[in-house]
């Protein structure tokens, strides 16, 4: 998606976010405005004074005196232009805009919004191969409709900036330093946290300048953060007032709460939201011949190959580890549809550990639950002997009792052959079970889904590509697993997906292009028609 030779030349005479670059195009124009100021006047004063019938000398023709100027101007504008076409275009090649992670959607006025936070490096010099240049964050408002920037507000060289959350009326962002208030209506700064300290006093010297330290409370819309004395305070946003919390620092701050919980994006199994036991599992021939046979994620299975995995991958159903089966033997293909390197989108907006989402696999049944676990016979009883008896009672009693430590030997055999089964069982089926979730990226996440046309199925998006190629895009189709049918497929001309953020009709995501530099992509989830829009020349991408 990197802009062509001849789209840079005319994106270099915009004004963009670069300081130098808009001093020196200003020049540039100023220049060109004297010379065709130069031109007007020089036509005004050939009509202005009529031709004297004395001058013998023809009066040069208007075409002639016009390619005279057109000569001198180039002239004259010749190096200060080329200049900067060869600043432009050398410097510009190193700038850099990369979108964080995390993205906001809502719907104002009717315009389905989606703000992103954009961070832009650019440079400014360049010298022997180091090229130099600054760092500035820019909150963006996008229509997500037709692409158009709403607003843009920028907010300075912002350290590990992100967006923290939203309320009716405005957006709260973590700038590098602090928490920062914009209006959604145009963007504009309302409040700070050194603002927030002059309206409430109880909160002077209290804001800390490290982001891990800040929290959003989704549910009251606040801002949470631990003081710089170690105490809880939250702001609202909205009245900008503020105090300490009664709430405990361990609501908001846990020793395993960490920036760093990997939440995977796409899953290669889901449920089939029937309740029946089956499962959606992307798969690709060999892995399914895998799990038929009961040898999947084992070293030693004959289908295990050394070759390079086979990139493509069908839709299949089954009742994985059903019963405690290891070989899953009602496998089959949900459709001939085949997606290079697929998988399911999950569904990043739900939580995750009490989703009550019914496609989502959160994990297999304990195995004990499922087969019972070998019980170790009890120890015999020894045989109550009388205190005086016959040589005959003697033998009689001693052959009960080896009877019966000959029946209880053969009963700790029989429970060491099934205990030992058991137990094989159960590491195989824990290991294959282990392997599946961890194809899922282990920790259990919903998938994204949404209800079809008829409002009686439910849709799901797979992402894959459209080759092997290293610089092969990014493909999303729409899956009608109940139908077994691609609804529609479209190319976000992305290389990998970073983040996403699904609005009520249309998904907006963000990724790195073949340049390596970050675009938002929308596209409608009802027919898969979508825009582009890139940050580095602020230009939209019409597909």
């Known amino acids: 998606m990197d802009a062509t030779f001849s789209e840079k030349i005319l994106f270099a005479f915009r004004y963009n976010d670069s300081i130098w670059h808009n001093v020196f195009l200003t020049v540039i124009y100023i220049l060109l405005a004297l010379s065709l100021f130069t031109l007007i006047r020089r036509i005004a ?4 004074q009529p031709r004297d019938i004395r001058d013998e000398a023809p009066r040069p023709p208007f075409f002639k005196m016009l390619s005279r100027w057109f000569a001198g101007s180039l002239a004259f504008l010749a190096f200060p ?23 906001l959607s809502y719907e104002r006025e009717g315009v389905q919004t989606s703000v992103l936070l954009i961070d832009k490096f650019i440079a400014n010099s360049s010298d022997r191969g180091i090229t130099s240049g600054s760092s500035k964050s820019y909150v963006y408002a996008m229509n997500e409709k037709t692409g158009e920037p709403i607003w843009k507000t920028g907010i300075g060289r912002a350290y590990a900036p992100y967006l923290m959350g939203q309320t009716e009326d405005r957006i709260v962002v973590f700038d590098g330093s602090g928490p920062l208030v914009l209006s959604k209506a145009d963007g504009a700064k309302l409040a700070d946290a050194r603002k927030m300290e ?35 305070y939250r702001v609202d946003p909205d009245t900008l007032e503020g105090g300490a919390s009664s709430a405990k620092l361990s609501d908001y701050f846990k020793e ?110 304990d195995y004990s639950s499922i087969e019972k676990e070998p019980r170790m016979p009890d120890s015999p009883e020894s045989v109550d002997w009388p205190s005086r008896m016959t040589v005959e009672e003697y033998e009689a009693y001693k052959a009960e009792e080896n009877r019966r430590i000959e029946n209880y030997y053969a009963q700790r055999d029989q429970y060491d052959a099934a205990n030992k089964s058991y137990r094989d069982q159960k590491t195989l089926y824990d290991h294959i079970a282990y392997s599946l979730m961890i194809q899922n990226g282990g920790t259990p996440v919903p998938p994204f889904h949404y209800a079809d046309a008829s409002g009686e199925g439910e849709v799901f998006l797979v992402a894959h590509y459209s080759s092997l190629a290293g610089d092969a895009d990014l493909l999303i189709s729409a899956v009608d697993m109940d139908k077994a049918e691609v609804l529609w497929t479209a190319d976000t001309h992305l290389k990998d997906i970073e983040s996403y953020s699904p609005s009520e009709e249309r998904m907006t995501l963000t990724g790195r292009g073949e340049d390596g530099n970050s675009y938002a992509f929308s596209l409608s989830l009802k027919d898969g028609s979508g825009w582009g829009y890139d940050f580095r020349y602020d230009r939209i991408l019409k597909f």
């Open 45 to 48: 004063r050939i009509i202005a």
């Open 198 to 232: 002059s309206s409430n006093t109880e909160l002077e010297g209290r804001f800390p300048e490290e982001s891990k330290s800040y929290r959003w409370d989704e549910k009251r819309k606040q801002i949470v953060f631990q003081g710089l004395d170690g105490g809880l």
């Open 256 to 365: 395993d709460d960490s920036d760093t919980v990997y939440i995977p994006d796409r899953l290669a199994i889901v449920q089939s939201g029937k309740g029946d036991g089956n499962y959606r599992i992307f798969a690709n021939e060999e892995t399914a011949e895998q799990l038929r046979e009961g040898t999947f994620a084992q070293e030693d299975s004959p289908n295990a190959s050394s070759e390079a995995e086979d990139m493509r991958r069908r839709i299949y159903t089954g009742s994985l580890l059903a019963g405690g089966e290891i070989a899953v033997k009602d496998l089959k293909p949900l459709m001939d549809q085949v997606f290079l390197r697929g998988a399911f989108l999950s569904d990043l907006n739900r939580a995750t550990a009490d989703s009550d989402d019914p496609y989502m696999l959160s994990g297999f049944p």
């Open 81 to 103: 232009v080329i200049l900067f076409l060869i600043l432009t275009l050398t410097l510009g090649s190193s700038d850099h805009a990369g979108i964080s992670p995390r993205t």
